[in-house]
């Protein structure tokens, strides 16, 4: 079954740290562009960061610098550390892969940042 299953999420205080773990199975992650997205309540679901092949990552502007996407080919699994956490990072964080015609989505996984 070709499937992404997120993980990881959950509250953390503003300043802090979450990791967000992407599990695939059906497929090779290292073949497919790998992306994290989120949305937030009340606004459109925006591009968080993505990793394809040997590509450099690209990042969401508002990103850049505190969250870093990574991905073990071992385990088929893709990463989305976040640190220096800001309340506005609260959302659902949804894994995507992509390659050609195929667009797999996960669950999602809620982070949430509030003192």
């Known amino acids: 079954q070709v499937q992404v299953v997120e993980s990881g999420g959950g509250l953390a205080q503003p300043g802090g740290s979450l990791r967000l773990s992407c599990a695939a199975s059906?497929?090779?992650?290292?073949?497919?562009?790998m992306s994290w997205y989120r949305q937030a309540p009340g606004k459109e679901r925006e591009l968080v960061a993505s990793?394809?092949?040997?590509?450099?990552?690209n990042y969401a502007d508002s990103v850049q610098g505190r969250f870093t996407i990574s991905r073990d080919n071992a385990k088929n699994t893709v990463y989305l550390e976040m640190n220096l956490l800001k309340p506005e990072d609260t959302a659902v964080y949804y894994c995507?892969?992509?390659?050609?015609?195929?667009?797999?989505w996960g669950q999602g996984t809620q982070v949430t940042v509030s003192s």
């Open positions: 059906g497929f090779t992650v290292s073949s497919y562009t």
């Open positions: 990793i394809s092949g040997v590509d450099s990552p």
């Open positions: 995507n892969a992509k390659k050609w015609i195929l667009d797999i």
